[in-house]
């Protein structure tokens, strides 16, 4: 599970994301990401039931939101063991 990946699971687990809004949150760790990106990995998240969305219109157009599933979280879970792991074997 890459760092986009994982983060877009972690934002879309605390409240539900959308393309432009998780383009810019990844942009502000740092990390120069494009829409040509973000979409195909979105969807390649929902396409394996680890992001689930909705699209809600907002002032006229319609926009898709994200939110992550059970499995998503189970996943998510997972990954914070082993970057715990990581974290506490490069610092230490
Ligand atoms: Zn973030």
Redesign the pocket.
């Given at each position: 599970m890459g760092f986009i990946k994982l983060?877009i699971l972690?934002?879309a687990s605390k409240e539900p994301i959308y393309g432009v809004g998780i383009m810019e949150?990844?942009g502000?760790?740092g990390y120069a990401v494009s829409p040509g990106l973000i979409y195909p990995t979105l969807k390649s998240l929902e396409t394996q039931g680890l992001l689930k969305s909705d699209k809600q219109v907002i002032e006229g157009k319609v926009r898709k939101y994200y939110e992550t599933t059970e499995k998503g979280l189970e996943l998510l879970n997972e990954s914070k063991k082993k970057i715990k792991e990581l974290v506490n074997e490069v610092l230490n």
């Amino acid at each position: 599970m890459g760092f986009i990946k994982l983060h877009i699971l972690y934002h879309a687990s605390k409240e539900p994301i959308y393309g432009v809004g998780i383009m810019e949150e990844i942009g502000r760790h740092g990390y120069a990401v494009s829409p040509g990106l973000i979409y195909p990995t979105l969807k390649s998240l929902e396409t394996q039931g680890l992001l689930k969305s909705d699209k809600q219109v907002i002032e006229g157009k319609v926009r898709k939101y994200y939110e992550t599933t059970e499995k998503g979280l189970e996943l998510l879970n997972e990954s914070k063991k082993k970057i715990k792991e990581l974290v506490n074997e490069v610092l230490n």
